[in-house]
C-alpha cells in the first residue's frame, strides 16, 4: 500500500496568515493527488485534484503543487471558515489512501 | 444539481452484515465515465476508502475488507448499495459515499471524490 504522509499533523494560525500543507508519499504516484477539506460533522469537500487542478467553485486562494512523492496544498491569506481538517488522497494505484489528515486551528 | 443521499441502518450487531443504499438524485448514475464509492471514517479518526464500482457493474475493492465488502448498482432506482459482512466494533464509523468522475488528459484518466453524501453513521454493538 502507498502511505501518505500530511505534515504537520496540526498547526495554528491567523487569519490572513499564508498556509502551507505538505503531503509526501511512499512510492511514486506521478499526479494522482487530491485533497480535501473537512469541517466537523460535515461530508469531505474536493478543493484540488490531480495536484494543481482546482475544483469548480473553490476560492482562487487554494492552490496545489508538486508531483511523484511531494506535494503541497497553500492557503495564500487565510480565511475564518478555512479552519478545518485537511486530507490528501492517492488514486494511483489500489487500495487508494488518505494522509492522516491536518488540522488547521485558530491562533 | 446531483445530490447523494445515504440510507440504512444506524446499528448493526457484530457478526451480521452492514447494508447501506446510496441513492443519487438530480443526475443518471449511469452517465458515461463515472465510478461510484463508498469511504468510511472512524470516530476522531482519518478517510479510509472502501471500494467503488462503475454503472456496468466493474468493481474495486480495498484488499483489507475485500473478503467481507460487496459494492452493487440498481441502474433502474439510480442506486449503489454497500454490504459488509462479518462485522466487529472495528466496523463502526460514518460512512459516506461519493461520485467519482474522470479527469481526463493525453494519456490518463485521474479520479477525485466530487460530490459527496452527508454521511451515515453506523454503529457495531450487541
Known amino acids: 500500500d502507498i502511505q501518505m504522509t500530511q505534515s504537520p499533523s496540526s498547526l495554528s494560525a491567523s487569519v490572513g496568515d499564508r498556509v502551507t500543507i505538505t503531503c509526501r508519499a511512499s512510492?511514486?504516484?506521478?499526479?494522482?493527488l487530491n485533497w480535501y477539506q473537512q469541517k466537523p460533522g460535515k461530508a469531505p469537500k474536493l478543493l484540488i485534484y490531480?495536484?494543481?487542478s482546482l475544483q469548480s467553485g473553490v476560492p482562487s486562494r487554494f492552490s496545489g503543487s508538486g508531483s511523484g512523492t511531494d506535494f503541497t496544498l497553500t492557503i495564500s491569506s487565510l480565511q475564518p471558515e478555512d479552519f478545518a481538517t485537511y486530507y490528501c488522497?492517492?488514486?494511483?494505484?489500489?487500495?487508494?489512501?488518505f494522509g492522516q489528515g491536518t488540522k488547521v486551528e485558530i491562533k | 444539481q446531483l445530490q447523494l443521499q445515504e440510507s440504512g441502518p444506524g446499528l448493526v450487531k457484530p457478526s451480521e452484515t452492514l447494508s447501506l443504499t446510496c441513492t443519487v438524485s438530480?443526475?443518471?448514475?449511469?452517465?458515461?465515465?463515472?465510478?461510484w464509492g463508498w469511504i468510511r471514517q472512524a470516530p476522531g479518526k482519518g478517510l479510509e476508502w472502501i471500494g467503488h464500482?462503475?454503472?456496468?457493474?466493474?468493481?474495486y475493492y480495498n484488499p483489507s475488507l475485500k473478503s467481507r465488502v460487496t459494492i452493487s448498482v440498481d441502474t433502474s432506482k439510480n442506486q449503489f448499495s454497500l454490504n459488509l459482512s462479518s462485522v466487529t466494533a472495528a466496523d463502526t464509523a460514518v460512512y459516506y459515499c461519493?461520485?467519482?468522475?474522470?479527469?481526463?488528459?493525453?494519456?490518463?484518466?485521474?479520479?477525485?471524490?466530487?460530490?459527496w453524501g452527508q454521511g451515515t453513521m453506523v454503529t457495531v454493538s450487541s
Open positions: 512510492q511514486s504516484i506521478s499526479s494522482y
Open positions: 488522497q492517492q488514486s494511483y494505484s489500489i487500495p487508494w489512501t
Open positions: 490531480v495536484a494543481s
Open positions: 438530480g443526475g443518471s448514475i449511469s452517465r458515461s465515465s463515472y465510478y
Open positions: 464500482i462503475f454503472y456496468t457493474g466493474t468493481t
Open positions: 461519493a461520485r467519482l468522475p474522470p479527469h481526463a488528459d493525453s494519456s490518463a484518466y485521474y479520479y477525485a471524490f466530487d460530490i
